[in-house]
Protein backbone atom coordinates (compact mmCIF):
# COMPACT_ATOMS: atom_id res chain seq x y z
CA UNK A 1 0.00 0.00 0.00
CA UNK A 2 1.73 3.33 -0.53
CA UNK A 3 1.29 6.38 1.94
CA UNK A 4 0.57 9.72 0.63
CA UNK A 5 4.00 11.84 0.25
CA UNK A 6 4.03 14.83 3.13
CA UNK A 7 3.60 18.25 1.87
CA UNK A 8 7.38 18.44 2.83
CA UNK A 9 8.21 15.35 0.92
CA UNK A 10 6.72 16.58 -2.24
CA UNK A 11 8.47 19.79 -2.02
CA UNK A 12 11.63 18.23 -1.52
CA UNK A 13 11.38 15.79 -4.08
CA UNK A 14 10.24 18.92 -6.22
CA UNK A 15 13.64 20.92 -5.74
CA UNK A 16 15.18 17.74 -6.27
CA UNK A 17 14.06 17.55 -9.74
CA UNK A 18 14.27 21.37 -10.10
CA UNK A 19 17.99 20.89 -8.90
CA UNK A 20 18.18 17.35 -11.44
CA UNK A 21 16.15 19.99 -14.62
CA UNK A 22 18.66 22.51 -14.05
CA UNK A 23 21.62 20.19 -14.49
CA UNK A 24 20.04 18.94 -18.20
CA UNK A 25 22.62 16.79 -19.04
CA UNK A 26 25.83 17.98 -18.02
CA UNK A 27 27.61 16.72 -14.78
CA UNK A 28 28.09 18.73 -12.33
CA UNK A 29 32.25 18.75 -11.68
CA UNK A 30 33.92 16.76 -8.26
CA UNK A 31 37.11 16.17 -7.58
CA UNK A 32 39.32 13.61 -6.10
CA UNK A 33 42.94 13.48 -4.98
CA UNK A 34 44.21 13.79 -8.83
CA UNK A 35 43.35 17.36 -9.07
CA UNK A 36 45.34 20.09 -8.11
CA UNK A 37 42.58 21.93 -6.24
CA UNK A 38 41.16 18.74 -4.23
CA UNK A 39 42.81 19.68 -0.56
CA UNK A 40 42.24 23.31 -1.40
CA UNK A 41 38.79 22.83 -1.60
CA UNK A 42 38.33 20.16 0.88
CA UNK A 43 40.33 22.73 3.67
CA UNK A 44 37.38 25.33 2.59
CA UNK A 45 34.44 23.93 1.91
CA UNK A 46 34.56 20.36 4.14
CA UNK A 47 36.97 21.03 6.75
CA UNK A 48 34.61 19.17 9.32
CA UNK A 49 35.28 15.70 6.90
CA UNK A 50 38.88 14.17 8.43
CA UNK A 51 40.25 11.31 7.05
CA UNK A 52 42.88 9.06 8.97
CA UNK A 53 44.41 7.10 6.54
CA UNK A 54 45.41 3.10 7.47
CA UNK A 55 48.83 3.90 8.51
CA UNK A 56 48.01 5.86 11.58
CA UNK A 57 46.29 2.88 12.56
CA UNK A 58 48.15 0.28 14.30
CA UNK A 59 48.87 -3.01 12.73
CA UNK A 60 47.44 -4.82 15.55
CA UNK A 61 44.02 -3.56 15.67
CA UNK A 62 44.01 -3.65 11.62
CA UNK A 63 44.35 -7.24 12.12
CA UNK A 64 41.97 -7.94 15.06
CA UNK A 65 38.49 -5.42 13.31
CA UNK A 66 39.26 -7.02 9.90
CA UNK A 67 38.92 -10.56 11.62
CA UNK A 68 35.81 -9.51 13.33
CA UNK A 69 34.52 -8.26 10.64
CA UNK A 70 35.10 -11.83 8.33
CA UNK A 71 34.14 -13.51 11.90
CA UNK A 72 30.62 -11.80 11.65
CA UNK A 73 29.76 -12.28 7.79
CA UNK A 74 31.00 -16.03 8.59
CA UNK A 75 28.21 -16.62 10.85
CA UNK A 76 25.62 -15.05 8.64
CA UNK A 77 24.86 -12.11 11.22
CA UNK A 78 24.42 -9.11 8.67
CA UNK A 79 20.93 -8.89 6.50
CA UNK A 80 19.49 -7.15 4.53
CA UNK A 81 17.13 -4.30 5.58
CA UNK A 82 13.49 -4.52 4.12
CA UNK A 83 13.17 -0.38 4.33
CA UNK A 84 10.78 2.28 3.69
CA UNK A 85 11.91 5.59 1.65
CA UNK A 86 9.00 7.69 0.18
CA UNK A 87 6.68 4.86 0.90
CA UNK A 88 8.19 2.54 -0.95
CA UNK A 89 9.49 -1.15 0.46
CA UNK A 90 13.05 -1.59 -0.65
CA UNK A 91 15.48 -4.20 0.10
CA UNK A 92 19.16 -2.35 0.66
CA UNK A 93 22.00 -3.89 -1.11
CA UNK A 94 24.19 -3.33 1.67
CA UNK A 95 23.82 -5.97 4.42
CA UNK A 96 23.97 -4.48 8.15
CA UNK A 97 24.27 -5.62 11.77
CA UNK A 98 23.98 -3.31 14.63
CA UNK A 99 26.13 -3.64 17.54
CA UNK A 100 26.37 -1.61 20.96
CA UNK A 101 25.59 -0.39 24.04
CA UNK A 102 23.16 -3.38 25.72
CA UNK A 103 19.24 -1.76 25.20
CA UNK A 104 20.29 0.73 22.59
CA UNK A 105 18.47 1.13 18.87
CA UNK A 106 19.23 2.99 15.74
CA UNK A 107 16.39 3.99 13.01
CA UNK A 108 17.21 4.54 9.85
CA UNK A 109 15.06 4.91 6.96
CA UNK A 110 11.91 3.67 8.92
CA UNK A 111 13.58 0.89 10.03
CA UNK A 112 14.59 0.35 13.93
CA UNK A 113 17.76 -2.23 14.49
CA UNK A 114 18.50 -3.50 17.50
CA UNK A 115 22.13 -3.46 18.90
CA UNK A 116 23.64 -7.06 19.41
CA UNK A 117 25.34 -5.62 22.66
CA UNK A 118 29.07 -5.26 23.50
CA UNK A 119 30.54 -6.26 26.61
CA UNK A 120 30.70 -3.20 28.25
CA UNK A 121 31.96 -3.02 31.69
CA UNK A 122 29.76 -4.39 34.16
CA UNK A 123 27.41 -6.20 31.77
CA UNK A 124 27.58 -10.08 31.20
CA UNK A 125 26.33 -10.60 28.08
CA UNK A 126 25.74 -14.67 26.74
CA UNK A 127 26.33 -15.03 23.16
CA UNK A 128 25.94 -18.01 21.20
CA UNK A 129 29.49 -18.57 19.82
CA UNK A 130 32.96 -17.67 21.62
CA UNK A 131 33.94 -16.46 18.02
CA UNK A 132 30.81 -13.91 17.50
CA UNK A 133 31.68 -12.28 21.12
CA UNK A 134 35.33 -12.21 20.25
CA UNK A 135 33.89 -9.78 17.46
CA UNK A 136 31.63 -7.34 19.39
CA UNK A 137 34.03 -6.94 21.74
CA UNK A 138 36.36 -5.89 19.32
CA UNK A 139 34.23 -3.68 17.84
CA UNK A 140 34.10 -2.32 21.17
CA UNK A 141 37.31 -1.62 21.23
CA UNK A 142 37.49 -0.15 17.82
CA UNK A 143 34.51 2.55 19.41
CA UNK A 144 37.08 3.21 21.91
CA UNK A 145 39.57 4.22 19.76
CA UNK A 146 37.68 5.98 17.41
CA UNK A 147 36.44 8.28 20.13
CA UNK A 148 39.63 9.27 21.38
CA UNK A 149 40.36 10.08 17.94
CA UNK A 150 37.46 12.20 17.79
CA UNK A 151 37.77 14.06 20.17
CA UNK A 152 41.12 14.66 19.50
CA UNK A 153 40.14 15.82 15.91
CA UNK A 154 37.01 18.09 17.50
CA UNK A 155 39.74 19.74 20.07
CA UNK A 156 41.85 20.90 17.07
CA UNK A 157 38.42 21.81 15.11
CA UNK A 158 37.85 24.13 17.82
CA UNK A 159 41.45 25.69 18.12
CA UNK A 160 41.31 26.68 14.52
CA UNK A 161 37.78 27.62 14.80
CA UNK A 162 39.06 29.80 18.26
CA UNK A 163 41.89 30.90 15.95
CA UNK A 164 39.97 32.26 13.10
CA UNK A 165 37.52 33.97 15.39
CA UNK A 166 40.48 35.80 17.24
CA UNK A 167 41.95 36.64 13.70
CA UNK A 168 38.71 39.14 13.14
CA UNK A 169 39.13 42.63 13.57
CA UNK A 170 39.42 44.06 17.22
CA UNK A 171 37.22 47.10 16.62
CA UNK A 172 34.15 44.93 15.77
CA UNK A 173 33.77 42.78 18.85
CA UNK A 174 35.89 45.24 21.91
CA UNK A 175 33.08 46.47 23.22
CA UNK A 176 31.73 42.91 23.80
CA UNK A 177 32.76 40.35 26.50
CA UNK A 178 33.01 36.88 24.22
CA UNK A 179 30.64 35.56 26.21
CA UNK A 180 27.91 33.20 24.20
CA UNK A 181 29.58 33.15 21.31
CA UNK A 182 31.24 29.65 20.97
CA UNK A 183 34.40 30.42 22.70
CA UNK A 184 33.30 30.56 26.53
CA UNK A 185 35.66 29.43 29.56
CA UNK A 186 33.26 26.99 31.68
CA UNK A 187 34.46 24.10 30.27
CA UNK A 188 30.97 23.64 28.11
CA UNK A 189 32.72 23.22 24.59
CA UNK A 190 34.98 20.49 26.40
CA UNK A 191 31.73 18.73 28.00
CA UNK A 192 30.24 19.05 24.00
CA UNK A 193 33.03 17.42 22.55
CA UNK A 194 32.87 14.62 25.08
CA UNK A 195 29.20 13.96 24.51
CA UNK A 196 29.59 14.41 20.62
CA UNK A 197 32.01 12.04 20.68
CA UNK A 198 30.46 9.56 22.83
CA UNK A 199 29.52 6.60 20.46
CA UNK A 200 27.14 4.38 21.41
CA UNK A 201 26.28 1.76 18.44
CA UNK A 202 28.16 0.98 15.57
CA UNK A 203 26.17 0.23 12.10
CA UNK A 204 28.49 -2.21 10.29
CA UNK A 205 28.02 -2.77 6.56
CA UNK A 206 28.79 -5.04 3.90
CA UNK A 207 28.10 -5.49 0.17
CA UNK A 208 29.79 -7.48 -2.70
CA UNK A 209 29.32 -5.46 -5.92
CA UNK A 210 29.75 -8.58 -7.70
CA UNK A 211 26.71 -10.13 -6.32
CA UNK A 212 24.69 -7.14 -6.74
CA UNK A 213 24.80 -6.08 -10.50
CA UNK A 214 21.81 -3.50 -10.29
CA UNK A 215 23.46 -0.99 -8.31
CA UNK A 216 22.26 3.16 -8.83
CA UNK A 217 23.96 5.44 -10.95
CA UNK A 218 25.55 8.27 -9.06
CA UNK A 219 22.74 11.15 -10.55
CA UNK A 220 24.74 14.64 -9.91
CA UNK A 221 28.68 14.05 -11.06
CA UNK A 222 28.86 11.20 -12.97
CA UNK A 223 30.50 9.31 -9.71
CA UNK A 224 29.65 6.12 -10.96
CA UNK A 225 27.99 2.99 -9.07
CA UNK A 226 26.35 3.76 -5.84
CA UNK A 227 26.08 1.53 -2.63
CA UNK A 228 24.49 4.24 -0.99
CA UNK A 229 22.65 7.26 -2.30
CA UNK A 230 22.98 10.45 -1.11
CA UNK A 231 21.80 11.20 2.11
CA UNK A 232 22.19 12.82 5.95
CA UNK A 233 22.46 10.27 8.52
CA UNK A 234 19.11 10.19 10.72
CA UNK A 235 18.49 9.75 14.45
CA UNK A 236 22.13 11.16 15.45
CA UNK A 237 22.13 13.57 18.50
CA UNK A 238 22.60 17.10 17.18
CA UNK A 239 25.98 17.77 16.33
CA UNK A 240 27.43 14.32 17.09
CA UNK A 241 30.64 13.07 15.28
CA UNK A 242 30.06 9.79 12.79
CA UNK A 243 33.41 7.75 12.60
CA UNK A 244 33.79 5.21 10.19
CA UNK A 245 36.30 2.44 9.41
CA UNK A 246 36.65 1.25 6.12
CA UNK A 247 37.64 -2.49 4.94
CA UNK A 248 37.55 -2.71 1.45
CA UNK A 249 39.31 -6.39 0.43
CA UNK A 250 41.44 -4.89 -2.03
CA UNK A 251 44.20 -6.78 -4.03
CA UNK A 252 42.56 -8.80 -6.66
CA UNK A 253 41.65 -5.95 -8.70
CA UNK A 254 42.09 -6.80 -12.41
CA UNK A 255 45.25 -5.04 -13.89
CA UNK A 256 44.34 -5.63 -17.55
CA UNK A 257 41.55 -3.42 -17.13
CA UNK A 258 43.25 -0.61 -16.54
CA UNK A 259 44.49 0.30 -20.55
CA UNK A 260 43.72 3.48 -21.50
CA UNK A 261 41.10 3.82 -24.23
CA UNK A 262 42.92 5.76 -27.09
CA UNK A 263 39.12 7.17 -28.73
CA UNK A 264 38.13 8.28 -25.07
CA UNK A 265 41.60 10.25 -24.59
CA UNK A 266 41.57 12.32 -27.80
CA UNK A 267 37.95 13.49 -26.05
CA UNK A 268 37.64 17.27 -24.91
CA UNK A 269 37.65 16.39 -21.33
CA UNK A 270 40.53 14.27 -21.31
CA UNK A 271 42.00 16.00 -18.72
CA UNK A 272 39.08 14.98 -16.39
CA UNK A 273 39.28 11.32 -15.26
CA UNK A 274 37.22 11.00 -12.80
CA UNK A 275 37.07 8.21 -10.06
CA UNK A 276 38.63 5.06 -10.19
CA UNK A 277 35.47 2.75 -9.97
CA UNK A 278 37.47 -0.43 -8.84
CA UNK A 279 38.31 1.57 -5.85
CA UNK A 280 35.83 2.22 -2.91
CA UNK A 281 35.07 6.02 -2.05
CA UNK A 282 32.70 8.13 -0.21
CA UNK A 283 30.99 10.80 -1.93
CA UNK A 284 30.57 14.41 -0.39
CA UNK A 285 28.50 17.71 -1.73
CA UNK A 286 27.02 20.43 0.10
CA UNK A 287 23.18 20.19 0.04
CA UNK A 288 21.09 22.15 -2.43
CA UNK A 289 24.63 23.94 -3.58
CA UNK A 290 25.32 22.90 -7.63
CA UNK A 291 28.48 25.36 -7.42
CA UNK A 292 30.59 23.94 -5.01
CA UNK A 293 32.30 20.87 -6.76
CA UNK A 294 31.35 17.46 -4.65
CA UNK A 295 34.38 15.30 -3.36
CA UNK A 296 35.30 11.77 -4.08
CA UNK A 297 37.62 10.37 -0.87
CA UNK A 298 39.40 6.69 -2.55
CA UNK A 299 38.94 4.45 0.70
CA UNK A 300 41.75 1.94 1.04
CA UNK A 301 41.65 -0.95 2.82
CA UNK A 302 41.94 0.66 6.95
CA UNK A 303 41.42 3.94 6.15
CA UNK A 304 39.04 5.98 8.18
CA UNK A 305 37.34 9.36 8.29
CA UNK A 306 35.38 11.37 10.62
CA UNK A 307 32.15 13.56 9.61
CA UNK A 308 32.40 16.40 12.63
CA UNK A 309 29.61 18.40 14.41
CA UNK A 310 26.95 19.80 11.70
CA UNK A 311 28.73 18.71 8.63
CA UNK A 312 25.93 15.79 8.60
CA UNK A 313 23.24 18.37 8.42
CA UNK A 314 25.22 20.67 6.28
CA UNK A 315 26.13 18.10 3.34
CA UNK A 316 24.86 14.87 2.16
CA UNK A 317 27.21 11.72 1.82
CA UNK A 318 27.01 8.55 -0.50
CA UNK A 319 29.21 5.27 -0.81
CA UNK A 320 30.64 5.00 -4.46
CA UNK A 321 31.48 1.15 -4.55
CA UNK A 322 34.43 -0.51 -5.95
CA UNK A 323 34.68 -3.37 -7.39
CA UNK A 324 35.68 -5.36 -4.33
CA UNK A 325 33.62 -6.64 -1.13
CA UNK A 326 33.82 -3.95 1.57
CA UNK A 327 33.21 -3.85 4.88
CA UNK A 328 32.08 -0.77 7.12
CA UNK A 329 32.06 0.09 11.08
CA UNK A 330 30.21 3.20 11.05
CA UNK A 331 30.12 4.46 15.26
CA UNK A 332 27.47 7.09 16.08
CA UNK A 333 25.79 8.58 18.79
CA UNK A 334 22.24 7.70 18.49
CA UNK A 335 18.87 8.81 19.26
CA UNK A 336 16.89 7.01 22.03
CA UNK A 337 13.60 6.74 21.00
CA UNK A 338 10.46 5.18 21.10
CA UNK A 339 8.39 2.17 18.86
CA UNK A 340 10.02 -0.66 19.24
CA UNK A 341 8.01 -3.56 19.03
CA UNK A 342 6.36 -3.53 15.69
CA UNK A 343 10.07 -2.79 14.46
CA UNK A 344 11.57 -5.70 16.21
CA UNK A 345 9.49 -8.35 15.29
CA UNK A 346 9.34 -7.06 11.40
CA UNK A 347 13.01 -7.83 11.01
CA UNK A 348 11.93 -11.47 11.90
CA UNK A 349 13.56 -13.86 13.72
CA UNK A 350 17.49 -12.18 12.98
CA UNK A 351 18.57 -11.34 16.55
CA UNK A 352 18.78 -14.86 17.41
CA UNK A 353 21.49 -16.08 15.37
CA UNK A 354 23.79 -13.37 17.50
CA UNK A 355 22.24 -12.80 20.67
CA UNK A 356 18.95 -13.20 22.42
CA UNK A 357 19.82 -10.05 24.53
CA UNK A 358 16.12 -8.41 23.43
CA UNK A 359 13.63 -11.69 24.32
CA UNK A 360 13.10 -10.83 27.89
CA UNK A 361 12.48 -6.85 26.86
CA UNK A 362 10.39 -7.90 24.33
CA UNK A 363 8.01 -9.41 26.38
CA UNK A 364 8.36 -7.42 29.12
CA UNK A 365 7.64 -4.57 26.69
CA UNK A 366 4.43 -7.13 24.98
CA UNK A 367 3.12 -7.56 28.22
CA UNK A 368 2.94 -3.96 29.29
CA UNK A 369 1.53 -3.26 25.26
CA UNK A 370 -1.15 -5.79 26.31
CA UNK A 371 -2.22 -3.75 30.00
CA UNK A 372 -2.00 -0.72 27.32
CA UNK A 373 -4.92 -2.39 25.68
CA UNK A 374 -7.01 -2.82 28.43
CA UNK A 375 -6.40 0.87 29.60
CA UNK A 376 -7.76 1.84 26.19
CA UNK A 377 -10.95 -0.68 26.74
CA UNK A 378 -11.37 0.72 30.07
CA UNK A 379 -11.19 4.29 29.13
CA UNK A 380 -13.45 3.39 25.81
CA UNK A 381 -16.06 2.10 28.97
CA UNK A 382 -15.94 5.84 30.74
CA UNK A 383 -16.91 7.29 27.81
CA UNK A 384 -19.87 5.30 27.32
CA UNK A 385 -20.84 5.64 31.06
CA UNK A 386 -24.18 6.99 31.58
CA UNK A 387 -24.35 10.35 34.00
CA UNK A 388 -20.61 11.28 32.42
CA UNK A 389 -21.15 15.23 31.41
CA UNK A 390 -20.94 16.43 28.18
CA UNK A 391 -18.19 18.64 28.80
CA UNK A 392 -16.22 15.73 30.35
CA UNK A 393 -16.93 13.85 27.65
CA UNK A 394 -15.97 15.58 24.50
CA UNK A 395 -12.64 16.34 26.74
CA UNK A 396 -11.89 12.10 27.30
CA UNK A 397 -12.98 11.75 23.26
CA UNK A 398 -11.04 14.64 21.71
CA UNK A 399 -8.05 13.61 23.84
CA UNK A 400 -8.07 9.64 22.87
CA UNK A 401 -9.61 9.90 18.79
CA UNK A 402 -6.02 11.52 17.93
CA UNK A 403 -3.96 8.84 19.09
CA UNK A 404 -6.80 5.93 18.27
CA UNK A 405 -6.28 7.22 14.91
CA UNK A 406 -2.73 7.45 15.04
CA UNK A 407 -2.97 3.82 16.32
CA UNK A 408 -4.75 2.62 13.11
CA UNK A 409 -2.90 4.50 10.87
CA UNK A 410 0.82 2.43 12.67
CA UNK A 411 -1.23 -0.50 12.20
CA UNK A 412 -2.33 -0.47 9.00
CA UNK A 413 0.78 0.95 7.56
CA UNK A 414 2.94 -2.27 9.60
CA UNK A 415 0.43 -4.84 8.37
CA UNK A 416 0.87 -3.64 5.00
CA UNK A 417 4.65 -3.62 5.41
CA UNK A 418 4.97 -7.39 6.69
CA UNK A 419 2.66 -8.03 3.44
CA UNK A 420 4.52 -6.51 0.56
CA UNK A 421 5.70 -8.48 -2.24
CA UNK A 422 9.33 -8.09 -1.16
CA UNK A 423 8.59 -9.34 2.70
CA UNK A 424 7.48 -12.69 1.04
CA UNK A 425 10.70 -13.24 -1.58
CA UNK A 426 12.47 -13.76 2.22
CA UNK A 427 13.79 -16.59 3.39
CA UNK A 428 11.84 -18.18 6.83
CA UNK A 429 14.14 -16.82 9.36
CA UNK A 430 13.83 -12.76 8.13
CA UNK A 431 10.16 -13.35 6.90
CA UNK A 432 8.54 -9.96 8.46
CA UNK A 433 5.99 -10.85 11.70
CA UNK A 434 3.31 -8.40 12.01
CA UNK A 435 3.22 -8.23 16.02
CA UNK A 436 1.71 -7.84 17.87
CA UNK A 437 -1.52 -9.21 15.71
CA UNK A 438 -4.60 -11.08 16.67
CA UNK A 439 -7.70 -11.91 15.12
CA UNK A 440 -11.39 -10.80 15.67
CA UNK A 441 -12.25 -13.86 17.73
CA UNK A 442 -9.64 -13.96 20.06
CA UNK A 443 -11.73 -13.72 23.37
CA UNK A 444 -7.87 -12.67 25.29
CA UNK A 445 -8.24 -9.66 23.72
CA UNK A 446 -10.05 -6.72 24.69
CA UNK A 447 -10.35 -4.85 21.61
CA UNK A 448 -9.93 -5.66 17.78
CA UNK A 449 -7.00 -4.67 15.99
CA UNK A 450 -8.56 -3.38 13.45
CA UNK A 451 -9.71 -0.02 15.58
CA UNK A 452 -11.56 1.63 12.00
CA UNK A 453 -15.23 1.02 13.59
CA UNK A 454 -14.36 2.38 17.46
CA UNK A 455 -12.59 5.22 15.38
CA UNK A 456 -15.53 6.39 13.60
CA UNK A 457 -17.93 5.28 16.52
CA UNK A 458 -16.30 8.02 18.36
CA UNK A 459 -16.43 10.70 15.90
CA UNK A 460 -20.10 10.00 15.48
CA UNK A 461 -20.27 11.02 19.36
CA UNK A 462 -18.10 13.93 18.89
CA UNK A 463 -19.95 15.40 16.61
CA UNK A 464 -23.57 14.15 18.26
CA UNK A 465 -22.75 16.87 20.93
CA UNK A 466 -21.39 19.53 19.12
CA UNK A 467 -23.98 21.68 18.71
O1 LIG B 1 31.30 4.51 4.59
C1 LIG B 1 30.19 4.00 4.78
O2 LIG B 1 30.01 2.77 4.77
C2 LIG B 1 29.04 4.91 5.03
C3 LIG B 1 27.83 4.43 5.37
C4 LIG B 1 26.73 5.35 5.51
O3 LIG B 1 26.75 6.46 5.01
N1 LIG B 1 25.65 4.96 6.22
N2 LIG B 1 24.58 5.75 6.35
C5 LIG B 1 23.51 5.28 7.01
O4 LIG B 1 23.57 4.22 7.54
C6 LIG B 1 22.26 6.04 7.04
C7 LIG B 1 21.46 6.14 5.95
C8 LIG B 1 20.30 6.87 6.01
C9 LIG B 1 19.94 7.47 7.19
N3 LIG B 1 20.71 7.33 8.27
C10 LIG B 1 21.85 6.62 8.20
NI1 LIG C 1 25.46 7.72 6.07
Known amino acids: ?11 REAKKLRLLEELEDTWLPYLTPKDDEFYQQWQLKYPKLILREASSVSE ?13 HKH ?5 DLVRIQGKDLLTPVSRILIGNPGCTYKYLNTRLFTVPWPVKGSNIKYPEAEIAAACETFLKLNDYLQIETIQALEELAAKEKANEDAVPLCMSADFPRVGMGSSYDGQDEVDIKSRA ?11 PQKMPYLKEEPYFGMGKMAVSWHHDENLVDRSAVAVYSYSCEGMVCSAKKQPCPEEES ?9 DPDIWHVGFKISWDIETPGLAIP ?4 DCYFMLDDLNATHQHCV ?28 GNRYRKCTDWWCQPMAQLEALWKKMEGVTNAVLHEVKREGLPVEQRNEILTAILASLTARQNLRREWHARCQSRIARTLPADQKPECRPYWEKDDVSMPLP ?13 LLEAKP
Not at 1 to 11: D, G, I, N, Q, Y
Open 267 to 275: DDDSHFEGR
Open 299 to 302: LHQG
Open 198 to 208: AYNVTLLNFMD
Open 76 to 80: GCLFR
Open 60 to 72: ELHKEVQEAFLTL
Open 449 to 461: FDLTDIVSELRGQ
Open 1 to 11: MKRTPTAEERE
Open 320 to 347: LAGSQPRFSSTHRVAEVEFEWLRQFWFQ
